[in-house]
């Protein structure tokens, strides 16, 4: 399967605990973004990365988010001190450079 | 404001109507212009691309007025997969940011 992959699928943690989250893009694309979505919403947009350099990081919900992306090609999304608030579904979606995304199949997150 | 609206609907029409969904963007920035389909539960998927032109993707076309900043997507003899939520997604320059409505619901009946 060559597209965007996302670990774990679902994750169940408690409230003030870190969480990590993983994207693999397609292989040829440089650009890599982060979405939350909750219900009855669309996707709101979090941070890009243009390879290895985050590009635009300013919409992270708070110092509690934050990613990285080191070689250019995986991306990890960590939540620190997680909130009930924070239970929602993040996506990954990657693009070439003709900025249509294609989104991998998300991380829903619980809060308990 | 927010960037992009959309009419959450639901749209419940029959098999075979036609159906017509607007979106208004409110940054005149914005660059590029996407339908994306979302099933429930899953990830969205692309649709279609919008261009100034107006497209058209057999029974999809798409529409885009800068003037009036709206794009609009038009679905022609509607089939029971067509069920599904309806997300405009416009990208703004600079910042290269995306910014999706909270999409449009449509159920189609048998």
């Known amino acids: 399967d060559t597209g965007v992959s996302q670990d774990p699928r679902h994750k169940i943690t408690k409230r003030g605990q870190n969480v990590t989250f993983r994207c693999d893009p397609i292989s040829e694309h440089n650009r ?3 979405y939350r979505q909750t219900l009855g919403q669309g996707p709101e947009f979090l ?3 243009q390879n290895e350099a985050q590009l635009e990081k300013s919409r992270l919900l708070s110092d509690r988010f934050s990613a990285e ?4 090609s995986f991306s990890t999304l960590e939540i620190q001190r997680t909130e009930q608030g924070d239970s929602a ?3 990954c979606a990657s693009s070439p450079l003709s900025r ?3 989104f991998g199949p998300g991380t829903r997150l619980t809060v308990t | 404001r927010k960037e992009v609206e959309q009419d959450p609907g639901p749209f419940n029409v029959p098999e075979g109507a036609t159906v017509a969904f607007n979106c208004t963007y409110s940054n005149s920035a914005s660059q590029s212009f996407f339908w994306y389909r979302q099933d429930c ?3 969205p998927k692309l649709l279609m691309s919008v261009y100034s032109s107006g497209n058209e993707d057999g029974r999809f076309t798409a529409q885009l007025n800068r003037a009036s900043q709206y794009i609009s997507l038009l679905i022609r003899d509607s089939k029971l997969s067509d069920s599904a939520t309806y997300l405009c997604v416009v990208n703004v320059y600079p910042g290269n940011q995306f910014y999706f409505g909270t999409g449009t619901s449509l159920t189609v009946i048998p």
């Open chain 1, 89 to 91: 579904m993040y996506l």
């Open chain 1, 32 to 34: 890599l973004y982060w």
């Open chain 1, 69 to 72: 992306r080191p070689k250019g």
């Open chain 2, 41 to 43: 539960r899953k990830e």
């Open chain 1, 47 to 49: 941070t890009y990365f």
């Open chain 1, 100 to 102: 249509e995304q294609y």
